[in-house]
């Protein structure tokens, strides 16, 4: 054996029963199997190393090796070992990796060590991966049946909620009580000044110019600001055609400024829209007033861009309430039924939409048709009578296209006759449709609707238009004249988008 692999001389006596030449016998830790790594040469005393030999003897009987000597005293001879120093610093032990990845309890580490030189005792004993369990054939095809049927489920509600979404588009789920409007009146009621009021209104007037049949600014109309949102109240008749096309509409401010704006709903047979204004949440929003608190005689302003002239303001008064209107569309749902405000305040082409004000500068009415020799129209110039749809079913219809882009009015499920009876006594139903709210009333066929609530009504027109001052869901009771009895009958009213 080489000098290299001799062990050192002991620098004292040496333990009774053993030589300087002997091999020291060592005690392997429990659960360590010597590896390539293991075979270090080891140190005898705190501070030094030895070459260890090359083949170590075994033990002369088994059991834990013993520790050697204290600091700075020999070492025993059959412990080659240092001995730790009193204090100790901890060694940090890396966390055992179990099967997965999971960081698991530490294995055996073996005393702490302080020399220098490589550790010489084994390192940790990690755990080996566990094996993967096999997965039964028949699994494999039941996943992809679930993937599948969670797929088309998915897709399915997926489609469901996009429909949803598309059929309500409104910009607030609260509606009016979710933007913000104009609470106060501007002026004192016995004011008596038009000028303050137009003063008051002008900024909260708009002209609107839209799309009409493909072509670009052919529909022109008024509205006002309803909100600090940026959202105008106009009539349907002057956006229908762009909305239905898709073209533009450009909404023009009291200082000329141009705004692109959309509809975020519309009702035909109201014959009402918002649109939603880029740019308009500067605006000054007009404030609501009630068209219930009227009189006969009361002075009223309209402001408007008759022919296209914006920023006009006409005045006159109020000529008759509850007067029943109605302006023809193509059918019977695009018509527009209006227990109207009447006026003598000049109003031409081009005010539609536009407020009609008190004179405390509220808006008691939207400004909508005209009569004209020919009947209601909206394109034969003013002769002194024109029609505003009172601000009570304009709150009523806004509110219900904020919230869901779109507008409910009632219905009985009833065809009357609204024509051809000048000096008829009421509205003559002519036919009756199964499941209805008039079916399930006991209404029948030739039946005379004489009043609705409190209201008269004298013809077709006049009935429907006193059903659509109410909502959906209400109970209206008619007083019905059948074979020359009168009775009065409670209807629950229906619900029809429109």
Partial sequence: MSDEHQPDEPTSESTPGSS?????????????????????????????????????????????????????EQPRAHDPRPEPPTQPQPVQQAPETLAFGRPGPPGPAGPPYFGPGPRPYPPVDYARPVPPRKVALW?????????????????????????????????????????????????????????????????????????????????????????????????????ASAAEDDGPI?????????????????????????????????????????????????????????????????????????????TSGESDDESSYINAVQTDAAINPGNSGGPLVNLAGEVVGVNSAIATNGGSSGEAGNIGVGFAIPIEQVITTVDQILRTGKAEY??????????????????????????????????????????????????????????RTHRPGETVEMSVVRGGDEQVVEVELDGKVG
Avoid: C
Avoid at 168 to 177: A, E, I, P, S
Avoid at 416 to 425: A, I, L, N
């Fill in 410 to 467: 009632p219905v009985i499920g009833a065809q009357v006759r609204t024509g051809g009876e000048p000096d008829s006594q009421g509205a003559t139903i002519t036919e009756v449709m199964p499941d209805t709210p008039a079916e399930r009333a006991g209404l029948q066929k030739d039946d005379v609707i004489t009043a609705v609530d409190d209201q008269p009504v004298n013809d077709g027109i006049a009935l429907i238009v006193a059903i």
């Fill in 20 to 72: 300087p030449d002997a091999e020291e016998p060592t005690q392997p830790l429990a659960g360590w199997r010597p590896t390539d790594a293991d075979a270090q040469p080891q140190g005898h005393a705190y501070g030094q190393a030895a070459d260890a030999p090359s083949q170590p003897s075994q033990p002369s009987e088994p059991g834990p090796p013993p520790y050697g000597s204290t600091y700075g």
């Fill in 250 to 326: 450009v909404v023009i401010d009291h200082e000329g400024v141009r705004h692109e704006a959309s509809v975020v709903g519309r009702s035909a047979v109201y014959d009402l829209a918002v649109l939603d204004v880029d740019g308009a949440e500067g605006l000054e929003p007009a404030a609501l007033g009630a068209s219930q608190a009227l009189h006969v005689g009361d002075p009223v302003i309209a402001f408007g861009a008759p022919l296209g002239l914006s920023q006009t303001v006409t005045s006159g008064i109020v000529s008759a309430l509850d007067r029943p209107v109605t």
């Fill in 139 to 239: 699994v494999w095809p039941a996943v992809a049946a679930l993937a599948l049927v969670v797929g088309l489920l998915g897709g399915l509600a997926g489609g469901a909620l996009q429909d949803e979404l598309a059929s309500q588009r409104g910009t607030n789920d609260n509606g009016l009580d979710g933007v913000r409007t104009q609470s106060a009146a501007p002026l004192d009621a016995d004011n008596g000044s038009v000028p303050a009021v137009a003063q008051a209104l002008l900024p909260s007037t708009v002209q609107i110019v839209a799309e009409f049949d493909g072509q670009a600014a052919g529909a022109t109309g008024s509205g006002f600001v309803l909100d600090r949102e940026g959202h105008v109240v106009t009539n349907n008749h002057v956006v």
